[in-house]
């Protein structure tokens, strides 16, 4: 997979410069995660389909 370059804060990343979270990345079959603080240490991908249901489940506890 090659390295994307439409990374993603979230809105909840906090004050300042909000480098304080992940960042995400979307291709069409694959999300890529990075640490906002250490992006050059390297990525996590997930099958699109596995991230969703993730967020999903996280917003049902919200």
Not at 51 to 58: D, E, N, P, R, V
Request: charged residues 20%; positive net charge; glycine residues 10%.
């Amino acid at each position: 997979m090659n390295t994307p370059d439409n990374w993603r804060k979230s809105s909840y990343s906090g004050g300042g410069d909000g480098n304080s979270c992940v960042e995400v990345s979307g291709r069409r079959t694959h999300i890529a995660i990075r640490d906002s603080k250490a992006p050059a240490y390297g990525t996590l991908t997930v099958p699109a389909e596995a991230f969703s249901l993730f967020i999903a489940a996280l917003k049902t506890r919200l």
